[in-house]
């Protein structure tokens, strides 16, 4: 297959995208049609066979599970006592509460594996206590819209288990190179802060004022988040548990402690099963649209000859990766995500493991250009949500000049990982040691 027939294909679907079909009807779309033409309806017949296969899986269980350990956490009562735990403790740091932003970001994201409901979550807790304090609009919503990105980074993270099902790696490994990376880049967030916005929070004195009684009583909200990270990683790096496993471990500790905060009640549980259905209902088309425009692409050689044709430039590795990192940021500024992550990741895979690249490593690249899609204008879906949850009726122009600092802080954070790859790779290796 030449390179031509390939782009116009890939030309294709992001045309379909463009005139608002939907993701997974652009994908198939051009997969099922594409393999039609080269190999006639043998092709098409086989695709019901990957469906099946691909569903009836345990790593896919682990996606709705873990969006229903999110809902309970969101619903049950333990996001808004978590954002109050850290507020105490951190308003009295030179940028206060927006310190309090990423850190409660951070850790809702090790329980959560989404960024959209990271950022809705703690938006929803966060504005009007930044309101109440007086706190500037753009670096507070910008610091929300940032922080929710780490929600497909830290582990457990549906992109990384996206990705894991797709390019066929360990999706213990990719949780494990998701530590390190996603924790330097919130300590990245809180020292744009310090040193940005170092003046805010001067007005939120009850805070910084707390008896030290009072922060300990408050403290004991930081429990349940960590408990549950605690056991949902180590049974996996333990040996304890499949990812799958884990999570329904998870779900389990998070009920327990919704039942102990006496929000436990059948209606909680039908909203949540609900809410975390339809979220995971949507992943899963898209990734099994991807999964079958993946047999496409296996099937015609798209892949060998897009890898050929990258060869044939004699790229160095951090070429290629800089090359790649443009590449997404101009994709991420007219597509979300998740849709980025399945259409190219098919594509991609091949070429970088030609050059040599851990597709581990390159797992947590890409998770990366997904988080700045995220927070990149005119349509991050982070952005849109942060605005959508704000207490007052500012321009949205407040949320994307609030969110470029941090676009630049990533782009330069995945460029030190190209530098020095041992970042990511460190615990992975030390894990499989």
């Known amino acids: 297959m030449s390179i031509m027939i390939v782009g116009l294909g890939f030309a294709a679907m992001l045309a379909l995208m463009l005139l608002s079909i939907p993701v997974a009807v652009a994908i198939i779309s051009v997969g099922a049609i594409g393999g039609y033409l080269m190999y006639g309806m043998p092709l098409v017949d086989m695709m019901g066979g990957v469906i099946w296969s691909s569903l009836n899986s345990h790593t896919m269980l682990a996606i709705p599970l873990f969006m229903l350990l999110g809902e309970l956490l969101l619903r049950g009562g333990i996001a808004d006592r978590m954002y109050d ?105 809180s020292a744009y802060i310090f040193i940005a916005h170092g003046n805010a929070g001067s007005k939120a004195t009850d805070l910084v004022n707390k008896p030290y009684a009072e922060k300990l009583r408050l403290a004991k909200h930081l429990i349940p988040p960590l408990v549950i990270f605690g056991v949902v990683m180590g049974s996996i790096y333990g040996g304890l548990a499949t990812p799958t496993e884990s999570a329904a471990i998870g779900v389990m500790i998070a009920l327990v402690f919704v039942a102990l905060n006496r929000r436990l009640t059948v209606d909680l549980l039908i909203e949540c099963s609900i809410h975390a259905a339809k979220t995971s209902g949507m992943v899963m088309i898209v990734l099994v649209c991807a999964l079958l425009l993946n ?28 090359v790649l990192l443009l590449f997404y940021i101009v994709l991420g500024t007219f597509m ?40 990149t204008p005119p349509i ?11 207490v007052d009726d500012g321009p949205y122009s407040d949320v994307t000049r609030g969110a470029l600092p941090y676009v630049i802080i990533m782009m330069l954070f995945t460029v030190l990982l190209m530098i020095f790859p041992g970042i990511v790779m460190w615990l992975p290796e030390l894990l499989a040691g």
């Open 380 to 390: 991050g879906m982070n952005l849109f949500v942060v605005h959508g949850v704000r």
């Open 85 to 189: 735990a850290m507020a105490v403790w951190l308003a009295r740091l030179p940028g206060g509460l927006l310190h309090t932003n990423v850190a409660t970001c951070t850790l809702f994201s090790a329980t959560s594996g989404s960024s959209v409901a990271t950022a809705a979550t703690v938006g929803t807790i966060a504005l009007p206590a930044l309101k109440q304090y007086q706190y500037e609009p753009r670096p507070s919503l910008g610091s929300l819209a940032a922080g929710g990105t780490l929600g497909i980074l830290i582990p457990p993270s549906i992109n990384l288990l996206v990705y894991g099902s797709i390019a066929n790696t360990s999706v213990g490994q990719l949780f494990a190179a998701g530590v390190v990376p996603g924790i330097l880049m919130a300590l990245c967030f």
């Open 295 to 322: 047999v496409t692409i296996s099937m015609t050689g798209a892949a060998q000859a897009v890898t050929q044709w990258i060869a044939s430039f004699e790229m160095h590795q951090l070429s290629l990766l800089l």
């Open 336 to 375: 979300d995500a998740m849709s980025m992550l399945v259409l190219t990741v098919p594509i991609v895979i091949p070429i970088v493991v030609a050059a040599g690249i851990d597709p581990v490593w390159f797992g947590i690249f890409i998770v990366i250009m997904c988080e700045v899609a995220l927070i």
